[in-house]
């Protein structure tokens, strides 16, 4: 396949993920099935759009989801002041929210997020990402799912990209060093 010089190595297969993404919808369900409403799926553009495809055919409850898409501003990486270029159509006011996540790296993205949600009058945040890379964190924030935890390796596809390449494989791989340094 084209990207396969380009691959250092395959961490997790579509089998994998799959497997994977089934547990967490199970528990994602159990979760909530006695609570009123159901949670309102928050996903991230646009790394988690694979992700959230597979993840919601195994929750088993009367679902929505919406979609943010929020960058940092550039220059002010300490203080996790984030950008909103496009923000939920949905109202979060009482809402029990799950944001759905590719990966919680520093994890300041998800920090605002979770904060402003809360301050929109959100009843309860909770955060489902597929990858965790906790070596990296600076933002105090711990994943309430987890898909899988992985090293400070620079990793692509299912959703993850480089450049805006490699988010269409159907895995995800380590890039090789030459490819990004
Ligand atoms: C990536 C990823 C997370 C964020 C994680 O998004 O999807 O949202 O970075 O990094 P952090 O934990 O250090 O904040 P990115 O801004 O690259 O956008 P994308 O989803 O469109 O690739």
Sequence with gaps: MWEQKNIKKILLTE????ERS???GKQITEDYKDKEKSPLLVALLRGSVPFLAELIKHIDLDLQYDFMDVKSYAGTESTGDIRILKDLDTSVKGMDIILVEDIVDTGRTIHTVCRTLLHKG?????IVT???KPSRREADVKPDYIG???ENEFVV???LD???HYRT???VGVLKDECYQ
């Design 122 to 126: 959100a009843a309860s945040v909770k």
């Design 130 to 132: 597929l990858l965790d």
């Design 169 to 171: 494989l159907p895995y």
């Design 162 to 164: 480089f450049d805006q």
């Design 22 to 24: 089934k547990e967490l």
């Design 15 to 18: 089998e994998q993920i799959k």
């Design 148 to 150: 899988f935890e992985v």
């Design 157 to 159: 596809g299912y959703g």
